[in-house]
């Protein structure tokens, strides 16, 4: 029986469904806070970290978080990878070299991950100062905080 | 934990294509454990499957499975993780006493018929990561391979030399997906970057594959087999949601996950305990970061040790002989695959990649983004 399995496919069978998803507070308020050009964080009250993107609870306390802190628009560079390829619904595609990287906004805990422009990326190194470079018309609100650059 | 629950049967098979339907690779799988133990599916009192549905492409895809694997009219249930997950519940529903018998089936399909890439980018935070775009399983392996490789002082050669070293244990391994004879490393220097510093030699390759294990009650394991492969502790263990906040240099998940699995086994020093070690490296800097985090080595001297071969069948501590996930991937499968490749080394079966006469094994699975869930299970004889 198995030798009979030959190679038929069944043409592609799309899945593709939008869903909206309501954001929550805590999200609404950080992507209100880039179209002011403001990075906004909210501190633990237990273990003292600022926490970006904000969210309601530190995972390590079991705390609300509560207090809303604006953060540097200057950081420090943590890591960084440059792509080769971009991934959309899990298929692979070659892209035009791009560098992301992980910037730690100055005041906060954790670091974001952003698009990195403006370096040549044999020049990057963790540690690295970078400042955050705006896009107010983005059509991806994500996006108005556009890519960080070497400050 | 003493004789209570043993590993009676495996039966596996992967491949770039196994040029089969799911139901007839499952079907296949099921029976092969069953014919090799001599007994039919009336002899399993529960079965566990083990898949995803976003790589089955339906929702509850089990219940399409139900039949090829023997589980119709049977108690059965569904693990949306990896496989070893599975052999976990089915030795905690054998150790709560209403069963004697498991049946764990893993699969899936990522060889041609489906990315392996869905189930991880499916499960980022959709109202952040995914929005962002930039995040995805490969992306975060590139970040985590540069923050091991600056911890431990290791430049990029030394990722072709792991690559080329576990690629070169799945040469031996006539039960994988992609091996390179004679471990060239240039051959993994040349493959193109996907996201430095991996190249596409350094990540898993997109693969097909299922595996059956079967569990049993202390009683009921000796009357199926004069050589049982003993469950000796088990641990899971889940690090943060968010990527950006974990420390990519260690996993701390599969350190509690093996801490949690060693006291059950009532092993207190591992490195030198363990005889074996099958762990799930997607990408060539995992095992020496997963045998580090899980104490099996010391953190500085696993990965050159790795690259130099140093793990191989022949050393105190053999660390994936078969080749490991970097030679075959069949997500939700790769950590049962460990399981079994473990089975058939403690009963000196595995033929070509046998690693000595290893009496205490370790088997590894991981689930969601670069390492992020661990599941430990201890192994012996
Ligand atoms: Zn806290």
Redesign the pocket.
């Known amino acids: 029986m198995e030798g009979l399995m030959g190679s038929y496919f069944t043409p592609a069978v799309p899945m593709d469904f939008g869903y909206n998803y309501r954001l929550g507070a805590y999200l609404e308020r950080y992507l209100d806070g880039l179209k002011e050009k403001k990075i906004l964080g909210v501190r633990?009250?237990?273990?003292?970290?600022v926490?970006v993107p904000p969210r309601m609870y530190?995972?390590?306390?079991r705390?609300r978080?509560e207090e809303w802190v604006e953060l540097g628009t200057e950081g420090e560079l943590v890591e960084f990878t440059v792509g080769h390829v971009s991934m959309s619904k899990g298929r692979l595609s070659q892209a035009e070299p791009f560098t992301i990287g992980l910037v730690r906004p100055d005041g906060a805990a954790l670091p974001l991950l952003a698009r990195i422009r403006g370096a040549d990326p044999a020049a990057l190194r963790p540690g690295m100062r970078m400042r955050a470079v705006w896009d107010p018309d983005a059509e991806n609100e994500y996006l108005v905080l556009s890519h960080y650059e070497p400050a | 934990m003493d004789d209570k629950v043993a590993i009676v049967g495996i039966e596996y098979s992967q491949g770039d294509d196994l040029g089969l339907t799911r139901e007839r690779l499952c079907f296949r799988t099921v029976r092969g454990v069953l014919d090799k133990l001599g007994i039919d599916r009336h002899a399993i009192d529960c079965f566990i499957l083990a898949s995803n549905d976003f790589l089955e492409g339906r929702t509850i895809s089990n219940v399409f499975e139900d039949g090829p694997v023997g589980a119709y009219l049977k108690d059965e249930t569904k693990v949306e993780m990896d496989g070893i997950n599975a052999v976990v519940y089915g030795a905690l529903r054998i150790l709560e006493g209403n069963y004697d018998t498991a049946m764990v089936i893993a699969h899936s399909l990522c060889g041609h018929q489906v990315s392996p890439y869905l189930q991880v980018q499916y499960s980022l935070d959709p109202t952040y990561d995914r929005q962002l775009g930039l995040l995805n399983e490969l992306s975060g392996a590139a970040l985590q391979a540069r923050a091991y490789l600056r911890s431990r002082g290791l430049d990029e050669g030394w990722l072709d030399r792991a690559a080329a070293a576990a690629l070169a244990n799945g040469a031996a391994n006539d039960m994988v997906t992609r091996s390179l004879d004679g471990a060239d490393e240039s051959k993994v220097a040349s493959s193109s970057y996907l996201y430095e510093p991996l190249r596409e030699m350094h990540c898993y390759p997109p693969t097909d594959g299922a595996c059956a294990i079967v569990l049993a009650s202390a009683g009921r394991a000796r009357e199926l087999t004069d050589r049982p492969v003993w469950i000796r502790g088990f641990g899971s263990s889940i690090d943060s949601y968010y990527f950006a906040g974990r420390d990519l240099t260690r996993s701390a998940s599969a350190a509690d996950a093996a801490r949690r699995a060693f006291a059950m086994a009532g092993i207190s020093d591992p490195a030198s305990e363990i005889g074996l070690a099958e762990v799930s490296d997607l990408f060539a800097y995992q095992a020496p970061l997963l045998a580090a985090s899980m104490g099996l080595a010391d953190a500085d001297e696993a990965p050159r040790r790795f690259a130099e071969g140093g793990f191989g069948k022949d050393a105190r501590l053999a660390l994936n002989p078969s080749g490991g996930a970097l030679s075959a991937h069949p997500v939700c499968a790769t950590g049962a695959v460990r399981v079994a490749e473990a089975f058939r080394q403690l009963r000196g079966e595995a033929g070509a990649v046998q690693a000595g006469e290893p009496r205490l094994a370790l088997a590894h699975g991981q689930d969601g983004l670069c390492l992020q869930q661990n599941t430990v299970v201890v192994l012996g004889i």
């Open positions: 633990c009250s237990g273990c003292g970290k926490l530190c995972g390590g306390c705390l978080l």
